[in-house]
């Protein structure tokens, strides 16, 4: 039987990872993997998370089952995390998930279970793995534009015109913030403008954070997704603590169905739980515990949300480090977008031409599309990198 299977496409940054394994050159830069680094390229376990994870050797009794939607009090956390308060706890289902990932394809999921034939606009470029996974699963994708490769900076208009074509029973994937791969964010009037179309539409908003705390904040980062959430009826929120915790190989995430009724709440919960129940039955416990300890503990709060501050502020100084040594190279102010970018990704509007001659010349790893990982570099390799991008003409 298995002999009908077909080879399927490698995963190109996996396969970008495993090149520069192998490349024998002392000074190579890796910016292609999406995790942060921190100056000695290392990805270091936050204090906070350390300190919990002690605590709960000290005090686990038992590595029991949870429940179907994993622990409330982390349910309770997040959806507090991510949507302080723009909309009732009672308006919001929940449940936790292997990852970012997988709450993306359990909201995927969701969607298809409520209408099969619903489409999902997508913008153009995301996350590859969305359309990965939508394309998986048969559903049909819709993009909309999203980056403008002159300005580097987000083509409103082209999005707004795009999403002109939704329909009752489409859905529009939004980038909660520091989207991916672009690092180009709306604005808070954009963000109403896509509320207000919405609403017009009669379409349902998705929204996939994975980066809350990585670009201008906490607070920040969540007052798009908290518009959203508590302006239109009902939407789907994918949030991913890899990043913003630092614990990427826990697989921690939470699905939300956020419903303006509150008397849907209980059919949406029962839906997120045979979903989780479908696909893994219980989700993963370890680490959404440690974000739950964290987010209940005044101090370790407190310590997490200052390291937090310091990964986001070194980010940006980075940011701020390339843009005036490329300035100084090619005198010019057309890469002054990458200090206005936010998160962890910028694209650089490199072609693949180029981006080849950066890895053959200087050694240095990016995606195809010249999306760069910020946290890959530090103040000494900022010059090697600015000096590849104005040699190969970009």
Known sequence: ???????????????????????????????????YKDASGNTPIMRAIKT?????????TTKAYTGLAGDPGFSDAMVKLVLGDSVAREQ??????PGGTGAVRQGFDMIRMANPKARVFVSDPTWPNHLSILKHMQIETVAYRYFDDETRGVDFAGMIADLQHVLPGDVVLLHGCCHNPTGANLTMPQWKAVVDLLLEKGATPMIDIAYQGFGDGLEADAEGVRMVASSVPECLIAASCSKNFGIYRERTGLLMAVCNDPARQKLHQGTLNYLNRQNFSFPPDHGARLVMMVLQDEALRAD???????????????????????????????????????????????????????????????VGDSRINIAGLNKDSVPILAKAI????V
Do not use: C
């Open 52 to 60: 919990a994870e002690k605590q709960l050797w000290e005090t686990e």
């Open 390 to 393: 104005v040699d190969a003409g």
């Open 1 to 35: 039987m298995f002999e009908t299977l077909k080879e399927q496409p490698a995963d190109k940054i996996l396969m970008l990872m495993q090149a520069y394994r192998e490349d024998p050159r002392e000074q190579k830069i890796d910016l292609g993997v999406g995790v």
């Open 92 to 97: 919001v289902a929940a449940a936790a998930t």
């Open 304 to 366: 997490w949300a200052l390291e937090l501050e310091e990964v986001r502020n070194t980010m940006l100084g980075l940011r701020d480090q390339l843009a005036t040594e490329l300035q100084r190279l090619s005198g010019s102010d057309r890469f002054s977008f990458i200090a206005q970018h936010r998160g962890m990704f910028s694209r650089l509007g490199a072609t693949p031409e180029q981006v080849t001659r950066m890895r053959e010349d200087h050694a240095i790893y990016m």
